[in-house]
T-cell receptor, first 111, second 115 residues
Framework: TQLLEQSPQFLSIQEGENLTVYCNSSSVFSSLQWYRQEPGEGPVLLVTVVTGGEVKKLKRLTFQFGDARKDSSLHITAAQPGDTGLYLCAGEETSGSRLTFGEGTQLTVNP | ETGVTQSPTHLIKTRGQQVTLRCSSQSGHNTVSWYQQALGQGPQFIFQYYREEENGRGNFPPRFSGLQFPNYSSELNVNALELDDSALYLC??????????????FGPGTRLTVL
């Protein structure tokens, strides 16, 4: 069974600060996806990384996939209260297969 | 194009009862995956249906069962409910293509409470 460890589990910061969330595994995934989930809603896909060493940017969010395709990070620059939510990483074993999720990082950005 | 919808939104049951949750996949999608998300945790894979056949199952007991219909909508059935079955049940639909990364689109979930 492939496992994804996400850290930190909780993060409370002030508006304008930077933060990084980590997602680590001992297994290789064909792709790794980052989701954001609001209370009472399903996860919404932010980005998919596929190639080892890949870096993707989405406005103030930067996603990186490790060279060995076992770990990933999400960096948020100048966090805003609207960034508050549960951030989940999920690995896909093969295309079209199940997603293995991390435990999530609950981010709170205080104004 | 409509997104993934789930019904009901909320449900309260008692131990030992049975429940059926429903999911309508996004237009054009032929694959539905079900996940269980306990409070404060990430979603756990229950099973996946592809073209009406089960296509992979997670570590859940047989009292968790499912169906996929010709229109690719799906049901999740849980028999003999236990307190630990209380969770948000998420349905995700996709259209996997060989060699390409699959994107699963999630519905809003059904919040099941077992008393």
């Amino acid at each position: 069974t492939q496992l994804l460890e996400q850290s930190p589990q909780f993060l409370s910061i002030q508006e304008g600060e930077n933060l990084t969330v980590y997602c680590n595994s001992s297994s290789v995934f064909s792709s790794l996806q980052w989701y954001r989930q609001e209370p009472g809603e399903g996860p919404v896909l932010l980005v998919t990384v596929v190639t080892g060493g890949e870096v993707k940017k989405l406005k103030r969010l930067t996603f990186q996939f490790g060279d060995a395709r076992k770990d990933s990070s999400l960096h948020i620059t100048a966090a805003q209260p609207g960034d508050t939510g549960l951030y989940l990483c999920a690995g896909e074993e093969t295309s079209g297969s199940r997603l293995t999720f991390g435990e999530g990082t609950q981010l709170t950005v205080n104004p | 194009e409509t997104g993934v919808t789930q019904s009901p939104t909320h449900l309260i049951k008692t131990r030992g009862q049975q429940v059926t949750l429903r999911c309508s996949s996004q237009s054009g999608h032929n694959t539905v995956s079900w996940y269980q998300q306990a409070l404060g945790q990430g979603p756990q894979f229950i099973f996946q249906y592809y073209r009406e056949e089960e296509n992979g199952r997670g570590n859940f007991p047989p009292r968790f069962s499912g169906l996929q219909f010709p229109n690719y909508s799906s049901e999740l059935n849980v028999n003999a409910l236990e307190l630990d079955d209380s969770a948000l049940y998420l349905c995700a639909s996709s259209f996997p293509r060989l060699g390409l990364t699959d994107t699963q689109y999630f519905g809003p979930g059904t919040r099941l409470t077992v008393l």
